[in-house]
């Protein structure tokens, strides 16, 4: 099946520093992929979609300037949390659909962000 | 997205089908139903969809009734690997909506 990865999976960080997540789909491309976070005991929270060569549209509540995502291939996105702060710790899940079929997710396996 | 409506919690014993159910009465004609599952921190992973169909594969199989308003998830012999929460998602815009799902604890 489509595997998606995602580095690092796991970081800590200190207050007001940034930290970028990569995810990539190792074997298909993917012109759009999904940024997803998790609180603790909560379900998925779409973020924001990542469109391969365009702006990533962000819902409603996440701050765009603050949750950076880059596109700049059919097989990596990148999520930059600026400035963080301890609020932003959470669970962090990509994904990525093969072409035509954008709701058969490949989920990558997670970074889980801690910040002190 | 149609809303979807699972039990937060089932237990199943190893060996055993577990059956999980999802209410979607408000589902429209073209829109399918997925599931997917998630084990505890890992990121979710896709089990199976079906418009109007019953659907088999690998993992699981997906009973949707003759008028689209439920369907059921079966696990045909459940492990103890198959402990997870379990989404079900009927998808009408661009993106999945992950609701609280149903949080399956399959018991020796």
């Known amino acids: 099946g489509a595997v998606v990865s995602q580095h690092p999976s796991w970081v800590i960080c200190k207050s007001g520093t940034s930290v970028k997540i990569e995810c990539r789909s190792l074997?298909?491309?993917?012109?759009?992929m999904f940024w997803y976070r998790q609180f603790p005991k909560q379900s998925l929270m779409l973020m924001a979609t990542?469109?391969?060569?365009?702006?990533?549209?962000?819902e409603q509540g996440v701050e765009k300037d603050k949750f950076l995502i880059n596109h700049a291939s059919l097989t990596l996105s990148t999520l930059t949390v600026t400035s963080a702060h301890p609020e932003d710790s959470s669970f962090y899940i990509c994904?990525?659909?093969?072409?035509?079929?954008?709701?058969?997710?490949?989920f990558g396996p997670g970074t889980r962000l801690t910040v002190t | 997205d149609a809303k979807t409506t699972q039990p937060p919690s089932m237990d199943c014993a190893e060996g055993r089908a577990a059956n999980l159910p999802c209410n979607h009465s408000t589902i429209s004609g073209n829109e399918y139903v997925y599931w997917y599952r998630q084990i505890h921190s890992q990121g979710p992973q896709y089990i199976i969809h079906g418009l109007k169909n019953n659907e088999t594969n690998e993992m699981a199989s997906l009973i949707i009734t003759e008028d689209r308003k439920s369907s059921t998830l079966i696990l045909p012999h459940a492990t103890l690997r198959d402990t997870a929460v379990y989404y079900c998602i009927a998808p009408g815009g661009n993106m999945l909506t992950f609701g609280g799902g149903t949080r399956l604890m399959v018991k020796p």
């Open positions: 074997d298909f491309q993917a012109t759009t």
């Open positions: 994904s990525a659909s093969p072409p035509g079929a954008i709701y058969e997710q490949y």
């Open positions: 990542s469109n391969e060569g365009s702006k990533a549209t962000y």
